[in-house]
């Protein structure tokens, strides 16, 4: 019976890490997006599991959108054999936290007159191509 007591409290004593990032912009309150799932406006945080890449989509009206891989190494005290006790046997929690900032650019006007032009370059190129072998000219 006494070690029972004492294994349940070891088990109530276990430590863990935390894992979480921290998203902030300039401007504020753009949508972030992690791996194509919606996290909300920043300033946002999101918590993780697996070290590694992870692709950030950064939108806000009014601003271009923003696609990001960031890299989150992993910290000494996860790796093997270390992650055993930092993981189970650490009496307290770690928290791993990584923040991100991202700087959006303003949205650019195209210049009309330019798309059109690139367009006409474009159907003109095209139709010196010709139409595909065995395909009728309409």
Known sequence: ???LGVLAA??????CVERKYVI?????????????????????????VYYGDYHFTVVKDGYQTLQATQNIPIPWYERFPLD???ENLIPWTIQDVHRFHFALQPQQVPNIQEVT??????????????????????
Do not use: H
């Open 24 to 48: 902030t912009t300039d401007p504020p309150g753009a949508v972030v997006y992690e791996n194509g799932k919606p996290l909300g406006a920043t300033p946002v945080d999101g918590s993780f």
């Open 117 to 138: 032009d690139r367009a006409q370059q474009l159907r003109n190129r095209g139709q010196a191509i010709g139409a595909p072998v065995g395909v009728p000219e309409r």
């Open 84 to 86: 055993f006790f930092s």
């Open 1 to 3: 019976m006494g070690w």
């Open 10 to 15: 070891v088990a109530l004593l276990s430590g």
